[in-house]
């Protein structure tokens, strides 16, 4: 069965602290993509990264950080700096057959 | 690109009504995929279409809900009688190809209310 699980359903840091968002998933699948996605107060949801099960390189873009390691079945998401804008719950997700599955999500709240 | 276009943005409405929820896909994606977003369950795929053909439907909860996508670039989701606890966020993506590999863009979403 295909699942991803955020365990962290919300934190709190003061402004300009770094944050690490936690995403464990779970697949039988050989090539799979990894995702995370923003959900702001507005609503939205906003696509923020794709990642390849092949490719375990770090991704920086930014603020932003990720860290995916096949060994652990994680993909977790690093804020450097966060600003009070990063407010937001953030969903982790796995490409499955056919729907991408979505974790439960983390809320996220940046104190000024 | 104007991106995915769902409307109404917000609708309130009586238990007992129709309710019909609208989406305009991203010009060029073959594939739609209507969720629903709740605090209890999260956010749960209802029904997916690629190439205007529904396949798979068995996450619409049950018989009060129908989804049609009669062309490329427009899909309603109607449900009828809405009762109270269909109050959510539906969310419509679409995406290009059939599998979900580039992940979706979502639309701005509709939020529900029914009274």
């Known amino acids: 069965a295909q699942k991803v699980t955020q365990a962290q359903t919300e934190i709190s840091v003061v402004e300009k602290e770094d944050v690490t968002l936690d995403c464990v998933y779970e697949?039988?699948?050989?090539?799979?993509?990894l995702f995370w996605y923003k959900q702001p107060p507005s609503g939205e949801l906003v696509f923020l990264i794709r990642?390849?099960?092949?490719?375990?390189q770090n991704e920086i873009s930014g603020r932003y950080s990720w860290n995916f390691q096949k060994s652990t079945s994680s993909f977790n998401f690093t804020i450097t700096a966060s600003q009070v804008v990063d407010s937001a719950v953030y969903f982790c997700?796995?490409?499955?057959?056919?729907?991408?599955?979505f974790g439960p999500g983390t809320s996220l709240s940046v104190i000024p | 690109d104007a991106g995915v276009i769902q409307s109404p943005r917000h609708e309130v409405t009586e238990m007992g009504q129709e309710v019909t929820l609208r989406c305009k896909p991203i010009s060029g994606h073959n594939s739609l995929f209507w969720y629903r977003q709740t605090m209890m369950r999260g956010l749960e795929l209802l029904i997916y279409f690629n190439n205007n053909v529904p396949i798979d439907d068995s996450g619409m909860p049950e018989d009060r809900f129908s989804a049609k996508m009669p062309n490329a670039s427009f899909s309603t989701l109607k449900i009828q009688p809405s009762e109270p606890r269909d109050s959510a966020v539906y969310f419509c993506a679409s995406s290009f190809g059939h599998e979900t590999n580039y992940g979706y863009t979502f639309g701005s979403g509709t939020r529900l209310t029914v009274v």
């Open positions: 697949t039988r699948d050989t090539t799979y993509y």
């Open positions: 990642r390849n099960s092949f490719d375990e």
């Open positions: 997700a796995l490409s499955g057959a056919p729907e991408v599955i």
